[in-house]
Each structure stands twice: as structure tokens, then as C-alpha cells.
């Protein structure tokens, strides 16, 4: 029969599903592989080809490793909560979990039809009851644990309740938000509230006022990448900042283990450093400025304490506590304004618009401990509150956002740090002086003249020495707001019992959402959850009414797969190690910091309390690049609904329109398609080439707006599962971007029907020789072979498809279709294109899913040369080729060479006066 791709890729699907080949059990008798990929949102779009390729690759590489002999876990799931589901139920009235299951049931589909080896027997979704119950119960383990900053790692809270009970607050060393002292008796004193509140500043799971986006529109807090402008970027609805009672873990305490985690894991260099910058190590000091006037001291941390005797003004963070405590009467209406504009911006935009300056007065001065000098203090929205203490010391010289700031208000700019002998009155100059490594201070009292190294210590010392400063090393990860004032979410196992957050006792877990009569705020502004009838714990408490964030189902995932039917714990001893930990992590470079970040830290708090054995949860990880969309384009004739092709609109004044790709073949429009695409193209009319209407084209992000999108089962209808297979990792190397372009995917399907010839005659008869190989044979094979395995453990599977193309043109070339060729040849393509190769493979006669065999051994001794094509010389030039025995002796190379027919015009009527060999090299033959 022919290649028939559908009825093919259809039956091993179905074979696949009812064998259930790919599922897969702890065996110790083999070593384990964990292979990962970063689990979809279901959107409602469904997936276009973009989507897959880090699908297909971490597919590729777990048939690979199952073929080399590894037990090896490959799931999928999803990350099935989300806004957009949400935001659909408030509009129709209908239950996300509908839309939601629509959503999967879409993707499953998808999936499927690609051929993925997913056991699909620990398949999850986070909005799975089942699954979100561990989700509830890890936060419990956090509310109940604080970070130990000596052992770095954490601690049962009831340990430091049984330390405050003998010592107070004295000498603890729990992570704190912030410094409380109190006696063990003051302690005891307190009322059960009290302490509550205390414990509050020390838990990873802790409740406290924090800096939000409020959207009152939605009803909720955003997060940074959900606004813009000041605006929702969903509706479009005004964002302010403000302070709010919210849910947050701990990150920040696990700073320095997620930096030094980092050096054990095989991550890209790219990503560690985008890691290591979120995170933010600082090493400085701590430094003290009391106010004139007012009984309190503005703490600041520096990195450069050497540059304090450059600071003419201090600048706080809009929602710094010291703003209240220092602005005077006669600022206070300019100051609140002020705050009151801010809010409007979020943090991000407030970081990235460097060339916007603005800010207020206070009307207070700050004392200069170095210089003693009075300076202002203002308030301005370049100074966020997260990092630090909100406070910043400003060195205008040495700074470009101070220096802009100082220049408009202008207050004075003291430059003290310049490069050795190079002093210059260039503002240009002064920045590029302070990163100098042999620079030294200026205008510095006595530390003028002194190596910058020299005098951070002995600066940071005599403020120690003075108690106006200390050594201390700064992090800039905060912790995460993990409330959302949103329904679909989970629900957080937290009551309230008079008022005192209590969680829920395990047994209620998992805490299951309620049903609401509508998916909005109350009319009092409360969550959605706070229209839910009898939303009480078991004891008749009132529960929280927000839920968790997005990346809270999504942070643990992967140690669910391990174990996704155990309803006693997350991952049972057994099955956590043995998997251990992901082997290979395959996802996008939007996930680089925010998921990962939390990824690991969740992980390593999991490690600290024994429930998982490794520290680190992902060991190698590589983002793959993006599918960029290749939009074509129509241009029409102004003020017609005429449209001139590619070559003849620069005749006319056009406007160019994006049009969909689906109805573009080669970009040649199809004309009718495109009458029939829209009503306002019904009676287009076209200005053509050679009988033809050409598109222009771009290449653009993959999007809907600009109808470059397309859909894997189209191509898949059309050419099938293993073609787009192969051409998603033929189009350019894993981790780079590329265009998507459908002009070349013609010659990858053709590459697939020349390996069905190899196998079948002229009537498509499947013919297979049981004939030994011959040498040459061998050799392309085992050359393939070698090719292959290096690429593939590279991730170079563009030139992996290359490769097999090169192979199968040899091979047809030699019309070989021999078992002993053919059949490793098969196992080789078989993690590529697993349907045909899985077709060819019965046909041969084996009755056990290819998968079920092994991948083939490379064997040198096929590569080795039984000859040697000389180049012969006369007089050092080249004249002819000769092929010879590689292990000829010289003489009788030299024989062979003279007696060959072409030397002899070259030797006839001379004298060899010389001969030159080179065994496998060169033959050379010097006459006169």
C-alpha cells in the first residue's frame, strides 16, 4: 500500500492508548530518566504550532532515553486555573470548571494527535480537587514553619514559640519582616491574638499589609505583567496601587540557598544570570541618617558606603512608613497628593521610565553622618518600597536617576569617586568613574585620595565602631503575594476563629470551592467567595475568602506526577526516591524567573521537612526558542477594494493588511478564499502577476490579531503527525526563535514517503531482504548512527532530520532494503517519527512496540576505510587519483601509481629522480 499517513497515525494512536504503552512504574532494575515539560494553560484558542515545540523535543529525548534503557517518566497535565476562564464565567453566567474541562478535552485532542509517549495515567490538573489538596496542605506546612537564617533552613514554628517563652525576642534567629523585641514575659503577658500577630512576622506563610495592584473594576489584585499604563491590560480598567491585607510566602528567607543552588544544577548560562539577578545579592552596609528635628533614624543600605560623602539628598518610597513620620505640616496636602498620583503606577513602570522625573518635599532634612551636613528629604516614585527599607541615599554624581532628579530640583551634585589621575569636571565621566576598580575618592575628608577598596572597609568599620552603620549583605527577591481576590482559584484551608487566622484541620482537606451565585465582588467588595452560603469551617468558623494564585498549583507539579494517586501524601517515600528529582525540564524563557524561583524554593522548603530527597527540583533545563508566525499580506489601493499584488504596489498608494495565512499557499493568495473571508472582501478585485496575486510577508509574533496563527491539526490533516514532527525540529536549533513557513514542509514529507519506498516495491508491496549487508551499507548506516546519538544528546535535532535525509538518499541510491540496514534504521527515526517507524516495524515482523526495543549500537570498525584515494603528484603537482589498499607498502604503492595509464605521459622520456609517500595521504613523484 501507499503511505497512507492518516490511517497509519490513527491505528498506532489507537494501539498506543488500549496497550497503554507508555505508562510506566517504579523498576528498579533500571535507572530512572524524570523528563519534564512546563504544563499548558488550556486556553480556549487551543494550541497552534508554536505550542508543541518543546513537546516534541522532550518527546524525542524520553523514546531516546527509553530506547537506551531508562525507566523513564514523561506526563502531562494542566495548569487549569486561570483569569480568562473567569472572566468568561462573569460574563455568561457560566461555571469556569465548564469552560475549563471544554478547554482540556480541546488540548487532549491536540496532544494526542501529535503521537506523544505521555503516560497519560498521571495526567493532573490543578483545579482537580485531588490534586489542590496538596497544594492546601503545603501551605499549612508553611504557616506552621519559619526560616532558621543560622541553618538556613526551616523550622517548626512551635520551636520558636518554646524559645519566646523562655528568651523573649532576644538573640532569635527566625527571618523576620521586622525587628520586634520583646521579654519572655512580655510574652507571656500577651493575649493569644497577640501573639498571633507576632508569630505573623516570622512564618513562611504569613498574612500582613502589603502593596498591591488593585483593580476595583475586576475586583482584584494583579500582578505586574497584567497591567499597563496604569490600566488592566483585560478591559482596560483603572489599577492603583494599594495597601492590603494579603497572604505571602516567605521567599526572600531563602535567598542565598535559591543563589547557591544554582551552582549545582545544569542550567544555561543565559538563565542562571537571569536567576542571579532576581535574586540580587548586594553586599554593603547598613547605614543610619537621623532627621533634624524629629527622634528618628532613616535606615539605608548602600553597596558603596564610600559614596556617602557625596549624598546632598535623601529620596523615600511613596509607601515607605518614614513618609508619615517625616513630612511636616506645611508639605503634608503637597506630599499626599502625591502618593495619591503614584498609586496609579505599578511598580514595573515605575522602574523601567527612567527619563520620567517627579517628586515631592517633605519638608524635613536628614543629617549626613559622614559630612554632618543638613540635606532634604524628598519622596518620588523612582524608590520602590520592596527593596531595602524604602529609603535611599542619593549620590546624584554617580547615578543617573539621582543626577537627573538632582538637576531638576536643583540641589547640589558632589562628585567623590574618580579614576586614578583622571579627576574631570564631566558629569558624563562620573558614573563610569564610580564602577572604576582602581578609582579613588575626592571631596571625602580624610578618606580624599584613598583607594576606593580600601576605604569601603575602613568606612563601613568606623561606622560599626560609631553605631551608625554595619556590614550586612541585601537581596533583592521579595516575597510573593499569594492572594488573589478572584473565584477561580484554590481555596485557602484557613479559618478565621475570632479572628485569629487558624488553619484547617487536614481531615476538611481538600477544602473544595463553594458554589456562588455570581463569579463578582460583593456589593460590600468582598471576594467572590463571600457570596457563598455557609462558607464555614466544620467548627462554624467564617474560611478566607480569597484564593491562591495561578503559580500556586503550578510550583509542585512535578513531584505530583510521581505519585498523582496517593491520597496520603503528596509523594510517598518509595516513589520520591526512587524519580528523585526532573532530569530534563523543557520550557519557555517567560518562565525564567517567577515560576522557577518558586519552583525551587518550594521544593527546597519540601527538602528542609523531609518530605523530598533532593534540594534542587530541576537538574538540566532548557528553554526553547519561539515559533514566530510568517504573516502575509494583501495591499490595497486606496479608497478601492482593489488590491495590487506584491510587485505592482509600489504603482499605487496602498495600505497594507495582514490576511490569514490558511488561505495563502507559497504566498500566492487564493482569491476566492479570500472573497469568501470576510463580507468586506465579497467583491474584491485584483491587480495580478503572471496571472497570480503574490502577498508580501513578514515575520511577526504568532498571534490571532494578526491571522499568522496555525493550527497543528491542519497540518497534521494535511501531511500528518510525523511530518510535523520533524519539521518543527528541522526548522532551526531548539533554543533559538524561527519562523514558521509551510513552503518547506513539502520536503520533509517527501523525506517520509522515500523511507516508505525503501521498504515496498514499485506496487507498494512491503519488501523487506534478508541479504547480509554489504561494507557500504554499513558504513552509511553506522555513520548515521553515530550522527544521530551525538545530535540528539546535544538537542541538535535540526541537524538530526538533516542526518536521516542524507542516509535515506544514500540508501536509495544503493537500493537497499535489507533487514540488517533497515531495521536499525527504524529504531533510529523511531523517537522522530514514532507512527511510521512503528508501521515499518510490524511489517518487519516484530510483534512488540518498537518502543520496546533498543536503540543501536555504533560500531567503529564500519567507518574504517579498507581504502585510500591518493592524490598523485608529479613534481608537486596533482595530477590524478588513485584508489589503493590502506595498508599497501609504500613500493607497492609507488608501483601502482607509475603503472597506472595516467602517469605515464608524465613519466615517458624523463628520469625519476625521486618518490615521496605519505601513507593515506599524498603520493608524489619528482622527474627531470
Known sequence: MDYNFREIEQKWQKYWATEKTYKVDIDSSKPKYYVLDMFPYPSGAGLHVGHPLGYIASDIYSRYKTLKGFNVLHPMGYDAYGLPAEQYAIQTGQHPAITTEKNLARYREQLDKIGFSYDWDREIKTCDPKYYKWTQWAFIQMFEHYFDVVSQKAQPVSELVAYFEKFGSANHTAAESEALEFTAAQWSAYSEKEQSDILM?????????????????????????????????????PVVQKKMKQWSLRVSAYAHRLLEGLENIDWSESLTEIQKNWIGRSEGAEALFSVKGIDIDLEIFTTRPDTIFGV???????????????????????????????????????????????????????????????????????????????????????????FAFAKHFDLPIVQVVAKKGEATTDPSTWEESYDSKDGILMNSGDYTGKPVKNAILEIIEWMDTNKIGKRKINYRLRDAI??????????????????????????????????????????????????????????????????????????????????????????????????????????????????????????????????????????????????????????????????????????????????????????????????????????????LEDGKYRCGWAVEKMSKSMYNVVNPDDIVADYGADTLRLYEMFLGPLEASKPWDTNGIDGVHKFLRKVWRLCHDQNNDFVISEDPATAEELKVLHKTIKKIENDIEKFSFNTSISAFMICVNELTSLKCNKRAILEPFIQLLAPFAPHIAEELWFAMGNTASITKSSFPLFDEKFLVEDSFEYPVSFNGKMRFKIALPVDMDKDSIIEAAMSHESAQKWIEGKQVVKTIVVPNKIINIVVK
Not at 206 to 229: H, I, R, S
Not at 363 to 383: F, H, K, M, R
Not at 527 to 555: C, H, Q
Open 201 to 237: 512576622n516570622y512564618r513562611l506563610a504569613y498574612l500582613a499589609d502589603t502593596m498591591v495592584n488593585w483593580c476595583a473594576e475586576l475586583g482584584t489584585v494583579l500582578a505586574n505583567d497584567e497591567v499597563k499604563e496604569g490600566l488592566s491590560v483585560r478591559g482596560g480598567y
Open 312 to 402: 546632598t539628598f535623601m529620596v523615600l518610597a511613596p509607601e515607605s512608613d518614614y513618609v508619615a513620620q517625616v513630612t511636616t505640616a506645611d508639605q503634608k496636602d503637597a506630599v499626599s497628593n502625591y502618593i495619591e498620583e503614584t498609586k496609579k503606577r505599578t511598580e514595573r513602570e515605575r522602574m523601567t521610565e527612567v527619563k520620567r522625573v517627579s517628586g515631592v518635599f517633605t519638608g524635613s532634612y536628614a543629617i549626613n553622618p559622614l559630612t554632618n551636613q543638613e540635606i532634604p528629604i524628598y519622596v518620588s516614585d523612582y524608590v520602590l518600597a520592596g527593596y531595602g527599607t524604602g529609603a535611599i541615599m542619593a549620590v546624584p554624581a554617580h547615578d543617573s536617576r539621582d
Open 482 to 687: 499569594f492572594s488573589r481576590q478572584r473565584y477561580w482559584g484554590e481555596p485557602f484551608p484557613v479559618c478565621y476563629k475570632d479572628g485569629i487566622p487558624t488553619m484547617i484541620d487536614m481531615d476538611e482537606l481538600p477544602l473544595q470551592l463553594p458554589e456562588v451565585d455570581k463569579y463578582l465582588p460583593t456589593e460590600d467588595g468582598d471576594p467572590p467567595l463571600g457570596r457563598a452560603k455557609g462558607w464555614v469551617s466544620k467548627d462554624g468558623y467564617p474560611i478566607e475568602l480569597n484564593t491562591m494564585p495561578g503559580f500556586a498549583g503550578s510550583s509542585a507539579y512535578y513531584l505530583r506526577y510521581m505519585d498523582p494517586h496517593n491520597e496520603d501524601a503528596l509523594v510517598s517515600k518509595e516513589a520520591d526516591e526512587y524519580w528523585q528529582d526532573v532530569d530534563l525540564y523543557i520550557g519557555g524563557t517567560e518562565h525564567a524567573t517567577g515560576h522557577l524561583i518558586y519552583s525551587r524554593f518550594w521544593n527546597k522548603f519540601l527538602f528542609d521537612i523531609g518530605d523530598v530527597v533532593k534540594d534542587e527540583p530541576f537538574r538540566k533545563l532548557i528553554n526553547q526558542g519561539m515559533i514566530q508566525g510568517r504573516s502575509n499580506f494583501v495591499y490595497r489601493i486606496k479608497g478601492t477594494n482593489k488590491y495590487a499584488s506584491y510587485g505592482l504596489k509600489d504603482s499605487y498608494d496602498t495600505t497594507e493588511i495582514h490576511v490569514d495565512v490558511n488561505i495563502v499557499h507559497n504566498d500566492i493568495l487564493d482569491q476566492e478564499a479570500f472573497k469568501n473571508w470576510m463580507p468586506e472582501f465579497a467583491d474584491a478585485e485584483f491587480e
